[in-house]
């Protein structure tokens, strides 16, 4: 099975910039589809943005036009680019795995901080 770590997190001011990795490994090939979520203590996960192994991407309309998720086959890797960050952005954030089958695989969690 696939396994995810997610980097990159930390502590930024308001209008700064982030960039999130998510790493894979073992069976990379299997995975039809990569998202990034985000949660905060008490709360349910959100979509943030996804991207199929074709390259497609789609976001939650809080991030569009500021956040932009990208891929590197090469590397088995997918990003998480975080520009014109806000407040309201601080959560944890999870990188998502889906396999053909449907199956699903979380990553451990990376805290991003945006401070006012």
């Known amino acids: 099975q696939v396994q995810l770590v997610e980097s990159g997190g930390g502590l930024v001011q308001a209008g700064g910039s982030l960039r999130l990795s998510c790493a894979a490994s073992?069976?990379?090939?299997?995975?039809?589809?990569m998202a990034w979520y985000r949660q905060t203590p008490g709360k349910q996960r959100e979509l943030v943005a996804g991207?199929?192994?074709?390259?497609?991407?789609n976001y939650g309309d809080s991030v569009k036009g500021r956040f932009t998720i990208s891929r590197d086959n090469a590397k088995n890797t997918v990003y998480l680019q975080m520009n014109s960050l806000k407040p309201e952005d601080t959560a944890v954030y999870y990188c998502?795995?889906?396999?053909?089958?449907?199956?699903?695989?979380w990553g451990q969690g990376t805290q991003v901080t945006v401070s006012s």
């Open positions: 991207i199929t192994s074709g390259g497609r991407s």
């Open positions: 073992g069976s990379f090939f299997s995975i039809k589809a």
């Open positions: 998502n795995g889906v396999s053909g089958s449907g199956d699903s695989t």
